[in-house]
Each structure stands twice: as structure tokens, then as C-alpha cells.
Nanobody, 122 residues
Framework: QVQLVESGGGLVQAGGSLRLSCAATGRTFGTYAMGWFRQPPGKDREFVAAISRGGDNVDYADSVQGRFTISRDNTENTVGMQMNSLKPEDTAVYYC???????????????WGQGTQVTVSS
């Protein structure tokens, strides 16, 4: 069992930056691929970024490529995401997720955090 707790959300102006962090419990963190997803107001949850178990493979949605950077620290059981050049359309609740299989599909992930709100004002 893995429990995930996100932090770092908030209100920022367009063009600004935020860093999200996700802390995981459990001794098996390094055996899970990790992902970030987001759910904009009134829309479905969507893929943002993913990182493999060892951190050597990453993947990004086209909408955030070049602006967001996902990383993980398996000694600290954390996964982070640096978000730069934020846009109003990045406004959403952001979730981290853990799964045995990395990917863009929500069904690939077994454990989810409670989410953290990111609001980007224009």
C-alpha cells in the first residue's frame, strides 16, 4: 500500500512558476512508476507527466512539454514537478499517482493523492 500527499499548489500569475511535491509512504516507493495528472474545472482528469521507477525515463503531455519538469528522489520517497511559464489553462487540481506500469492512461496507476489546487490568473 502506498499513500500519497501532494503539496505546493497555490495561486500564481501567468508566466510564473510553482513547484509541486508528492510525498509517499511505504518502503516500496522505488518499485512504482509515478505520474502527475490534472483535472481542470468541468473537465476530465488528464495526463501531465510521468517518470519511470529509476527516474531515467520521463514523458510529458504536449501541452506542458518544455515548461514542466518531473523528477523523483527514491531516497526521500518524493516526486516533484517544476512548473514554469504557467498559463491560465494550467489551472486545475493536480494529482500524483503511483503504479506498477508507467504510462499516460489513468488505469495504469493504482494509488492516488488527494490533489492540490493550482490557479493561474491572467
Amino acid at each position: 500500500q502506498v499513500q500519497l500527499v501532494e503539496s505546493g499548489g497555490g495561486l500564481v500569475q501567468a508566466g510564473g512558476s510553482l513547484r509541486l511535491s508528492c510525498a509517499a509512504t511505504g518502503r516500496t516507493f522505488g518499485t512504482y512508476a509515478m505520474g502527475w495528472f490534472r483535472q481542470p474545472p468541468g473537465k476530465d482528469r488528464e495526463f501531465v507527466a510521468a517518470i519511470s521507477r529509476g527516474g531515467d525515463n520521463v514523458d510529458y503531455a504536449d501541452s506542458v512539454q518544455g515548461r514542466f519538469t518531473i523528477s523523483r528522489d527514491n531516497t526521500e520517497n518524493t516526486v516533484g514537478m517544476q512548473m514554469n511559464s504557467l498559463k491560465p489553462e494550467d489551472t486545475a487540481v493536480y494529482y500524483c499517482a503511483a503504479g506498477r506500469i508507467s504510462g499516460r492512461n489513468l488505469r495504469s496507476y493504482d494509488y492516488w493523492g488527494q490533489g492540490t489546487q493550482v490557479t493561474v490568473s491572467s
